[in-house]
């Protein structure tokens, strides 16, 4: 399973190990700190793990929320690793 | 130092079976056989059944509750927790649900709804819902003639002799899942056009009924300066009938697109639960002779002023023409709350140099709508508009219903215009705060549009109006976060697991590997993952610890990484199952040894990663818990004889390698493919 980037991977793993999920996890794809308990959480809840830029959304994981619509997102860390911006960017796939 | 009561490696081999069982059953997760079998599930997605799914009936009984409720427990929560929840909240068991974690339990004291708000405030509990009582088997999608409704559901059907471009069309079925329309808010969709024959059986149910006005007693019941005005009115003759003749077939046609009755006959409209108003101003035939207050811009506007009075937010105008008014300006004006849904036109021609109204009217709660074919572009007989026509719908060759109990196909921006008509109705049912503002709802349909590229030039958004979007709820997105890495996973943790987890792991907080391999583990058995330090636990970490209350704690690597004054500390922390340490000599052995702690040969999957690099691991970390199975580790070009030897003895079904080439090289992957694991560096 892979992907272009690691954004892709994480989106292909997504994309073909989770045909449905209300809850996605979203994490920095830079830096694994923040990152590290998200994984058993998101397969606690039956959901994938999806990974960010720092600042931007990149496109594959953005189709992955697109075709998910989840009912909640969490988002792993705070504004240093992920910042309030790619929560905008988030919220403005689902006006 | 007391000693552990039993080996790791028994402890875990007896244990986590049980577990891995367990999640076996979880709605999660396919059963191990499919999983082994059936390739990576890409497969359809199947569309999940929100909200009760989609009822069929032709009047949309209302909601028939059992007066029990179905309660969903976070996983991890015991029969023992679920019966002190049941004490507490003063319920009873009644059955169990053929859905993990899940039961049905009748209140024995107080009632469903205070019961249901309890149960929605407790954190160990999942979801808790009402039970309904499921009467209608037949729903709007098994409706005969709905597979001619490309609009709503394009497959590549042919229609009208053109063979359909597939899923060029409003997600119409994928917005039903969420809602069909409520047929309770005053979400009637008002008709203003030839008058509507609700004498159809398609439209059954779907009548808007005046309540405050007594049939036929010849009094203005309401006050409202009509007499008898039960169905609506017709400002053509001046009358309480909203239907007069056969022959006027557009606003019957035009009604079944919007909410023909999902019944088991004829058609679906968009919004097969919301109710119609008809308001008739338009003449039964515009070729034959007629009264003279037919069709006239003063009986448009008084029809655009009865519907906004008696409570209508979505209007839809399939009508207009060329010429600007300033009396029909002013009546929709007037209608500031209500959305007027206006078809732009059929002459082919471009709005922005001849307008046509009300479609063209610079007004914030018009939108207007141009007609596509099912091949994805505008038709040829649609006007068009770059700046004066907002998008684009499904408008040629769409079956409705027509009077006398018949259906036929129209074509025309008639059409198109109540396909957004219902999607405005699905949209302001979902989102009720949409319904009566107007302005809000335009910019929410055109915001929720699926780009449409076609159409770019034509039309100011080059988009389709799309249901699925506009019903679609607002994820929640929260943020799990700490002052560092441990009170981050602390968080997490808080937000995932309810205490008397069986197991906790515990990794380096400074390093990745060690808490990938075991966090696929963790990911299996619901347990949660914690990070400490090489010498101490943080004080959050420590915290949440005391709370989950773990059965056993698994530290996860080697003395380098989490010294033995940190696991001595961890000791007095389980709940008598025992600390363990699951440790090889570098990440590798400790992913083997993880590996075969917990998993004996013939496991339906095994993951390998890169393990020099997070990103793809950590994104496989899920995806093990649903595919059940080991996570290893290898470098680029090297798979280590540890991650050799433990594939050796687990004898996957299948091993997925998580990243390209740059992190797994193909020659890597090819010796994993043969099965030549002893090759290592």
Known sequence: MAGSDRFGTAATVAAQVFPASETVFVSNGFGFPDALAGGPAAGAYGGPLLLTAPTALPSATTQQLQRLQPARIFVLGGTSVVSNSVITQMNGLFP | ?681
Request: hydrophobic content about 45%.
């Open chain 2, 1 to 681: 130092m007391p000693e552990p009561l039993a080996s790791p490696r028994r402890r875990l081999r007896r244990l986590a079976p049980i577990f891995l069982a367990a999640l076996v059953v979880g709605a999660f997760v396919p059963p191990r056989q499919a999983a082994a079998n059936d390739g990576f599930l890409d497969g359809p997605v199947p569309v999940p059944l929100r909200g009760g799914g989609v009822k069929g009936d032709g009047t949309p009984s209302d909601p028939q509750p059992t007066g029990r409720l179905i309660v969903r427990y976070r996983d991890g929560v015991t029969e023992l927790q679920r019966g002190r929840i049941r004490a507490a909240d003063r319920l009873e068991f009644a059955t169990s649900v053929a859905l993990p974690n899940t039961e049905v339990v009748v209140p024995v004291a107080g009632g469903v709804s205070q019961a249901l708000a309890q149960l929605e405030g407790r954190s160990d509990v999942l979801y808790v819902e009402p039970e309904y009582r499921r009467t209608h088997m037949a729903g709007p999608t098994t409706e005969p003639r709905y597979p001619q409704q490309w609009g709503l559901n394009n497959t590549g059907q042919t229609v009208g002799g053109f063979p359909g471009a597939k899923d060029v069309d409003m997600n119409v079925p994928e917005a039903w899942n969420i809602t069909t329309g409520n047929p309770n808010l005053v979400v009637a969709v008002a008709v203003t056009d030839d008058g509507v024959d609700f004498s159809h059986p398609d439209l059954a149910g779907r009548r808007w009924v005046n309540t405050d006005e007594v049939a036929g007693n010849g009094v203005d019941d309401d006050s409202n300066g009509y007499f008898d005005d039960v169905d609506g009115w017709d400002f053509c003759n001046d009358d309480n009938t909203v239907h007069d003749d056969v022959i006027a077939d557009h606003g019957t046609h035009v009604a079944g697109t919007i909410a023909a009755s999902g019944n088991g006959i004829g058609v679906a409209g968009v919004a097969p639960s919301v109710k119609i108003m008809a308001v008739k101003f338009l003449p039964d035939d515009p070729n034959g002779p007629f009264p003279a207050d037919c069709g006239t811009d003063t009986a448009a506007a008084a029809a655009i002023a009865y519907a906004y009075a008696n409570g209508a937010r979505i209007i839809n105008a399939s009508w207009g023409g060329t010429g600007f008014s300033r009396t029909l300006h002013n009546a929709i004006a007037a209608a500031p709350n209500a959305l007027l849904v206006a078809a732009a036109g059929n002459s082919g021609a471009d709005n922005d140099v001849q307008p046509v109204y009300p479609a063209s009217s610079d007004l914030p709660n018009v939108l207007s709508v141009a007609a596509i074919h099912n091949e994805g572009r505008i038709s040829g007989f649609s006007n068009f508009g770059f700046t004066t026509v907002d998008l684009s719908a499904p408008g040629e060759d769409i079956v409705s219903t027509v009077p006398g109990g018949g259906w036929a196909h129209f074509s025309g921006t008639s059409m198109a215009a109540p396909h957004a008509s219902g999607v405005a109705a699905l949209a302001a049912s979902a989102k009720p705060a949409l319904l009566g503002n107007a302005s809000a709802l335009r910019q929410h349909l055109i915001a929720t549009a699926r780009a449409l590229p076609s159409t770019l030039g034509w039309v100011a958004s080059p988009r389709l109006i799309d249901a699925r979007a506009a019903v679609v709820a607002r994820p929640d997105i929260r943020r799990l976060s700490g002052v560092n890495r441990y009170a981050t996973a602390a968080a997490v943790s808080g937000a995932t697991y309810v205490p008397g987890v069986p197991y906790v792991f515990i990794a380096a907080g400074s390093s990745f590997p060690d808490a990938l391999a075991g966090g696929a583990l963790a990911a299996q058995t619901g347990s949660p993952l914690l990070l400490v330090t090489q010498t101490g636990i943080p004080a959050e970490t420590m915290a949440e610890l005391l709370r989950l209350n773990p059965l056993s704690i698994y530290v996860l690597g080697g003395t380098g990484v989490i010294g033995n004054t940190v696991f001595n500390q961890l000791q007095p922390l389980d709940e008598g199952g025992g600390v363990f340490r699951l440790a090889g000599t570098d990440r590798f052995g400790t992913a083997a040894v993880v590996a075969s702690e917990a998993f004996g040969s013939g496991v339906p999957t095994a993951f390998v990663a890169n393990g020099l690099n997070f990103p793809d691991a950590l994104a496989g970390v899920p995806a093990s818990a649903v595919l059940h199975g080991p996570l290893l580790l290898a470098t680029t070009t090297k798979i280590p004889p540890a991650t050799a030897t433990a594939l050796d003895q687990l004898n996957p079904g299948r091993i997925v390698i998580l990243g390209g080439g740059s992190m797994i090289s193909m020659s890597v992957a090819a010796q994993l493919d043969d099965d030549v694991y002893t090759t290592g560096p």
